[in-house]
């Protein structure tokens, strides 16, 4: 089993930045698993934000690509999202995930239902 927990989370203003972190507190986090980043905001289902391969592949929603940056730690078995220039649609609980993939090159899954493994979410709040 494997446990996850986020950090970063917090309030900003639009434009700003922020850096969630994720780290696995038991469990390990092997090659074939993917890591990624999921939210859901108030009355919204949980949607696909980034998602990295243990190969470092990256995949991101198209609202935040080129505002985001997903990045994954092997060894620790932690990843990290960088959200810069924030928008007020940006504010969400953010979830952090894992599942099992099959190998290090393989492509994630975007559906929230695919993922094994979930933090317990950190709230981003974005002000105008």
């Known amino acids: 089993q494997v446990q996850l927990v986020e950090s970063g989370g917090g309030s900003v203003q639009a434009g700003g930045s922020l850096t969630l972190s994720c780290a696995a507190a038991?469990?390990?986090?092997?090659?074939?698993?993917?890591m990624g980043w999921f939210r859901q905001a108030p009355g919204k289902e949980r949607e696909f934000v980034a998602a990295?391969?243990?190969?470092?592949?990256?995949y991101y929603r198209d609202a935040v690509t080129g505002r985001s940056t997903i990045s994954r730690d092997n060894a620790k078995s932690t990843t990290d999202l960088q959200m810069n220039n924030l928008k007020l649609d940006d504010a969400a609980v953010y979830y952090c995930?894992?599942?099992?993939?099959?190998?290090?090159?393989?492509?994630?899954?975007?559906?929230?239902?695919?993922?094994?493994?979930w933090g317990q979410g950190t709230q981003v709040t974005v002000s105008s």
């Open positions: 995930a894992a599942t099992r993939v099959g190998s290090m090159r393989a492509t994630p899954s975007r559906s929230p239902e695919a993922w094994r493994y």
């Open positions: 038991s469990g390990r986090i092997s090659s074939a698993d993917a």
């Open positions: 990295i391969n243990w190969a470092g592949v990256t």
